[in-house]
Nanobody, 115 residues
Framework: QVQLVESGGGLVQAGGSLRLSCAAS????????MGWYRRTPGKERELVAV???????NYADSVKGRFTISRDYAKKTVYLQMNSLKPEDTAVYYC?????????WGQGTQVTVSS
């Protein structure tokens, strides 16, 4: 079955960096669009970044120029490099796979940015 396992969250000071990882299994990774979303209390889950099977990327305006999504086809892993972090980036970050038009989610990883 589809499994997505995130890691790499934690506590960082404003201006710092973190890299999130999402290890994928149970589906055709190379063909599947993958994304990172985040949710803060009281808000809807929002798209942060997405990468297609071919490697094209798209970002939320709020993270452009600071975050980079990438994928390693051999390791079946998606990464989110987050630089110049701000307190408003504090959220639970979720990995997403859109496999045959069905969404699958990881368990989430907490990112906390202190001011």
């Amino acid at each position: 079955q589809v499994q997505l396992v995130e890691s790499g969250g934690g506590l960082v000071q404003a201006g710092g960096s973190l890299r999130l990882s999402c290890a994928a299994s149970g589906f055709m990774f190379s063909m599947t669009p993958m994304g990172w979303y985040r949710r803060t209390p009281g808000k809807e889950r929002e798209l942060v970044a997405v990468v297609t099977g071919g490697g094209s990327t798209n970002y939320a305006d709020s993270v452009k120029g600071r975050f980079t999504i990438s994928r390693d086809y051999a390791k079946k892993t998606v990464y989110l490099q987050m630089n110049s972090l701000k307190p408003e980036d504090t959220a639970v970050y979720y990995c997403n796979a859109n496999y045959f038009r069905q969404d699958y989610w990881g368990q989430g990883t907490q990112v906390t940015v202190s001011s």
